[in-house]
């Protein structure tokens, strides 16, 4: 049964960058996207971004320009780093496994997010 | 990008049949899956795709999409049911994008 644990810092002052990191155990890491989703306090889940056991990215474009995911297959683990923070970016933020439904064309059809990590709370302020 | 839209909040009596629906022009290109989210927690996976459950998930969640709506159906809400509902897609815009509604509130009476 595939599990996620993350880790990285929780307290951010204003301009500095997030990094987490996330390690997939007891599973294939090759086959699957593996993402980070965010949810500030009180409110609802944010796509930030995927990636691909061959480096491959998507990424929100509302975060695009600060966003960095990268992979280390040596260590099936993958890591967010997001650069500038602001108040605005205090989450809890996730990492998730990514599968998707291809169709024969090599169409996705749909994808879902199954299994997650527990989830870090990362704050910024002064 | 698109947008998923969700009633903010949803009742339902203990033992009745209550359904959460998910809007948005990505649903008539992509099948939604959706999430259960209780308080502290981690979401979890409860329906995804055509009406696909996983392992663990009981049969009284099912999931069915028509047009731009997808819903979740619970059949027979039980106390245990109560949390956050999100559901998501892909985004139907070209930029492989993914995005997710902004959740329901259910309450089980």
């Known amino acids: 049964q595939v599990q996620l644990q993350q880790w990285g810092a929780g307290l951010l002052k204003p301009s500095e960058t997030l990094s987490l990191t996330c390690a997939v155990y007891g599973g294939s890491f090759s086959g699957y996207y593996w993402s980070w989703i965010r949810q500030p306090p009180g409110k609802g889940l944010e796509w930030i971004g995927e990636i691909n056991h061959s480096g491959s990215t998507n990424y929100n474009p509302s975060l695009k320009s600060r966003v960095t995911i990268s992979v280390d297959t040596s260590k099936n683990q993958f890591s967010l780093k997001l650069s500038s923070v602001t108040a605005a970016d205090t989450a809890v933020y996730y990492c998730a496994r990514v599968s998707n439904l291809v169709t024969i064309f090599g169409v996705v059809e749909y994808s879902w997010f199954d299994p997650w990590g527990q989830g870090t709370l990362v704050t910024v302020s002064s | 990008s698109s947008e998923l839209t969700q009633d903010p909040a949803v009742s339902v009596a203990l033992g009745q049949t209550v359904r959460i629906t998910c809007q948005g022009d990505s649903l008539r290109s992509y099948y939604a899956s959706w999430y259960q989210q209780k308080p502290g927690q981690a979401p979890v996976l409860v329906i995804y795709?055509?009406?696909n459950r996983p392992s663990g998930i009981p049969d009284r969640f099912s999931g069915s999409s028509s047009g731009n709506t997808a819903s979740l159906t619970i059949t027979g809400a039980q106390a245990e049911d109560e949390a956050d509902y999100y559901c998501n897609s892909r985004d139907s815009s070209g930029n492989l994008s993914v995005v997710f509604g902004g959740g329901t509130k259910l309450t089980v009476l």
């Open positions: 795709g055509k009406n």
